[in-house]
């Protein structure tokens, strides 16, 4: 039988040398389970794990210290900066891999900021510049000014920025405009969005509510900056009259 030895007391502390001393990690818990030989622990209350130029806190945490791998749950915080990008996010549950390429798998009750990223969302994953969303209520570039909800997004993120983004599921897109005109709706089933190319193209049941005026087409492609819109195939326009301008369209006979 394979002999496991524990040891458990107060603010437990490990060190794990990583492949460089900048690289070193450290898990301070209240209390500890560590099996030496296997490198398996179980670690509880006020968590607090640093690697790198991040912090994690959570409740409970368990994993393999050799493999750098933690499963955390329990009102977790990562504080920091990822890829040079500053990092301030919360969730209920997540999955760490600390390697060459770290891995960062969040799930339930996600939100915070990710560079000049607001997310809320169900499921983020965080893998070098590529982040990966699931059931996201928010997903907002405060740069460009443009705020996504989807049930899926998959983006790439370098010095703060959304460099590029492909969302799909009920999607709705608001463009806010930098000094001039009316914030533009954007609904449909697919969008892609690229900043070289300074576009978001929607498909699938479009439409683009402006101003009380909706814009229907098979697609459409939106510019950001300049807060113009495409439309591609049968585009057409209604507009969404109140009860004050039916008044002043009465007839002039008309008695009151």
């Given at each position: ?96 891999e600390?390697?060459?390429?770290p ?29 990966t ?75 683009a ?6 814009l ?41």
């Open positions: 039988m394979k002999y496991a030895f524990y040891i458990t007391f107060l603010l437990f502390l490990i060190y794990m040398p990583a492949q460089a001393a900048t690289d070193e990690i450290s898990l301070t818990s209240d209390t500890m389970q560590y099996d030496i030989e296997a490198g398996l622990f179980y670690a509880e209350g006020d968590v607090t794990i640093k690697a790198r130029d991040i912090v994690i806190m959570a409740t409970l945490a368990s994993g393999h210290m050799n493999s750098r791998t933690f499963n955390l749950s329990g009102n977790i915080t990562i504080n920091g900066t990822w890829n040079g990008d500053n990092v301030n996010l919360a969730a209920v549950s997540a999955t760490v600390i390697g060459d390429r891995v960062y798998t969040l799930e339930s009750g996600i939100s915070g900021t990710f560079g000049k990223i607001a997310i809320d969302c169900d499921y983020l994953q965080m893998v070098g510049n590529d982040i969303a699931k059931n996201v209520r928010k997903f907002q570039d405060q740069n460009a000014g443009i705020t996504f909800s989807a049930e899926n997004i998959k983006g790439k993120i370098e010095n703060g920025e959304l460099l590029q983004a492909e969302a799909e599921g009920r999607i709705v897109i608001k463009g806010t405009p930098g000094k001039s005109g009316d914030i533009v709706e954007l609904k449909g089933k697919k969008a892609i969005y690229s900043i070289d190319r300074g576009t978001i193209v929607v498909s699938g049941g479009v439409s509510t402006q101003n009380k005026r909706t229907y087409a098979d697609s459409l492609v939106y510019f950001p900056v300049t807060n113009r819109i495409e439309a591609i195939g049968k585009p057409r326009i209604t507009v969404n009259v109140d009860d004050e301008n039916l008044s002043s369209l009465s007839s002039p006979n008309e008695k009151k």
